[in-house]
Nanobody, 122 residues
Framework: DLQLMESGGGSVQAGGSLRLSCAAS?????MAWFRQAPGKEREGVAT???????VYADFVRGRFTISRDNAKNTLDLQMNMLKPEDTATYYC???WGGGCLRLPPPYDVRVWGQGTLVTVSS
């Protein structure tokens, strides 16, 4: 079974940067980052296909950059200009139906990482 493991979370002040990484146990076409803030539903952040096509959620466009290395089965998320409202647990996600070039609803995602906490203070 495919397994995902995130790393790179932490605490940062508003305006700062963090880089998240996800290591997959095998190649998978559909990969994305999601996040879940306390008391809120899980939401898609960004997705990237194996061919490098990307979709960003509106609330991170221009601040976050998603990338992947297909040879190493890794997925990264560079987060710049962080805001307090970006505070959440960030999850690596893989494998869903209906095409990879979209941010699917969380219930469509078949494989999740354990999550990594990002805290942004004002």
């Amino acid at each position: 079974d495919l397994q995902l493991m995130e790393s790179g979370g932490g605490s940062v002040q508003a305006g700062g940067s963090l880089r998240l990484s996800c290591a997959a146990s095998a190649y998978t076409n559909c990969m994305a980052w999601f996040r879940q803030a306390p008391g809120k539903e899980r939401e898609g952040v960004a997705t990237i296909t194996a061919g490098g096509l990307i979709v960003y959620a509106d609330f991170v466009r221009g601040r976050f950059t998603i990338s992947r290395d297909n040879a190493k089965n890794t997925l990264d998320l560079q987060m710049n200009m962080l805001k307090p409202e970006d505070t959440a647990t960030y999850y690596c996600a893989a494998s869903w139906g209906g095409g990879c070039l979209r941010l699917p609803p969380p219930y469509d995602v078949r494989v999740w990482g354990q999550g990594t906490l990002v805290t942004v203070s004002s």
